[in-house]
């Protein structure tokens, strides 16, 4: 079984529109962390936002909030007031705490386009 | 700060050759963890190292890949006699901590003719 779903291949949004990128996990570890990083056409890996998985609260961060349901084990992105600079791929991560093992495991991520 | 440094950006060998990528991480960290990324796909974890150690070498494939992290210099993974299969960008990742996040170099993309 998939550790990560992506199950969005492609978005498009219009800019300055909101728009949410689904992820689900799967996980019988209780401690584990969730990322989303963004990934444009120049190819770099650009880390945006991390929910713990005892943190209380959704994360945000600027633009981004993490909408985190544990009892769904879904952690999707959503980026508010889309811009053009928003067009790239977004992949969903999850480290889990097992054994010392650090390896993020990703989804096969979306492709986010916005729209002038 | 500088972020996590990968050279070469763009790596070319014929089959049978060998391969060798470095990182550097980001002043400060001392994990380091390399990933693979075929196309349209996502990332694949590979090797953590730290200083001087392996720690996770579960996604390493059995033959011809190594990695190292010396106690003075850049992590480097080598590739031995290159196959068509190998070609993919590879990417190096750095936190100082196990729980932190991890920061990505800008990966170097190798093509093997």
């Known amino acids: 079984a998939q550790k990560i779903t992506q199950t969005q291949p492609g978005m498009f949004v219009q800019e300055k529109e909101a728009v949410t990128l689904d992820c689900t996990y799967d996980t019988s570890d209780p401690s584990y962390g969730l990322f989303w990083y963004k990934q444009p056409s120049s190819g770099e890996m650009i880390f945006l936002i991390y929910q713990g998985s005892y943190d209380q609260q959704n994360a945000t961060e600027g633009r981004y909030s993490l909408n985190f349901q544990k009892a769904r084990k879904s952690a999707n992105l959503v980026i508010s007031a889309s811009q053009l600079g928003d067009s790239a791929m977004y992949f969903c991560?999850?480290?889990?705490?097992?054994?010392?093992?650090?390896?993020?495991?990703f989804g096969k991520g979306t492709k986010l386009t916005v729209n002038p | 700060n500088a972020g996590v440094m990968q050279n070469p950006r763009h790596l070319v060998r014929r089959r049978g050759q060998e391969a060798r990528l470095r990182c550097s991480p980001m002043k400060g960290h001392s994990h380091v963890y390399w990933y693979r990324q075929l196309p349209e796909e996502g990332l694949k974890f590979m090797v953590y190292?730290?200083?001087?150690?392996?720690?996770?070498e579960s996604g390493m494939p059995k033959e011809r890949f190594s990695a190292e992290f010396p106690k003075e210099g850049p992590s480097i993974l080598r590739i031995q006699q290159v196959v068509r299969g190998d070609s993919a960008a590879y990417f190096c990742a750095s936190n100082s901590y196990s729980n932190q996040p991890q920061h990505f170099g800008d990966g170097t993309r190798l093509s093997i003719l």
């Open positions: 190292l730290q200083k001087e150690n392996i720690i996770d």
């Open positions: 991560a999850m480290r889990e705490g097992q054994g010392g093992s650090e390896k993020l495991v």
